[in-house]
């Protein structure tokens, strides 16, 4: 029988907790680890559409890419939807566990996936770390070349499409061709420079604030193609690899989840 702890093991052999940042909230959040588990639903939040979902299927655990508790909390009173959707999980018995920026670290991880989807080439991690007792690189980011050179608007139309874009955000082009590309999903602007030192022609991320389009002099275009956008294929990261650890145990890919940004 699969128990929560099972689950917990592939996720921190895959990506351990050691890596995550120091702000945030990766791991188990909910539940207890000798739980035996009917099903895991993976998604990116933790919604009540998604425990819904998992309880209609009759699964006991939810993985997700952002942690459902990120910050403290003092009561659980339902006043907000993180509460409300720990009483409704607490209720039914879901165990909810966090694969975040531990996630966003490792080479087959958040940022790997968005090489993959991109078809990139010779790809390397754009900020390496080193934990200090492994000689593992990881870090965020990724860097790696496309098969053949693209031109910009060639490229920016390609991203909207792989990435089911309504609309994406772009610096004032450079009119050079694109050939080496860095990503970072999610909020990643800041490491504009490390793409730039990396010799990348586009930087891709999935937010970015205003005076940071302002680009112009460093011959680099900058794309934010949105945050739910550039982490929506996480799901696809922990679905494979439940499925490989764990070929005939009841994983699924929630259809429930949905971007909570809306477009006009």
Known sequence: ????????????????????????????IL?????????????????????????NLGFNMIVSHHPLIFKGIKSITGKNYVEDCLVKAIK?????????????SVREGVNGKMAEKLGLLNCSILIPAKSGNTDEVHGLGMVGDLPVEEGETDFLQRV???????????????????????????????????AKAAGADVFLTGEARFHEFFTK????????????????????????LFSKKLPTFDVRISRAEKNPVYYL
């Open 1 to 28: 029988m699969t128990t929560v702890n099972d689950i917990c093991r592939i996720l921190e052999n895959f990506a351990p907790l050691s890596y995550q940042e120091t702000y945030d909230n990766a791991g188990l």
């Open 31 to 55: 539940g207890s680890r000798d739980t035996c588990l009917k099903g895991v639903l993976v998604c990116l939040d933790v919604t009540e559409p998604v425990i819904k979902e998992a309880v």
């Open 92 to 104: 039914n018995d879901v165990a909810v566990y966090a694969g975040h920026t531990n996630v966003d």
């Open 160 to 194: 909207k499409n792989t990435f089911f874009c309504q609309q994406i955000r772009y610096s004032e082009p450079t009119g050079k061709m694109i050939k080496r590309v860095a990503v970072c999903g999610g909020s990643g602007s800041e490491f504009i420079v490390q």
């Open 217 to 240: 002099g460093q011959d680099i275009l900058m794309i934010d193609a949105g945050h739910y956008e550039t982490e929506q294929f996480t799901k696809e990261v922990f679905f494979d």
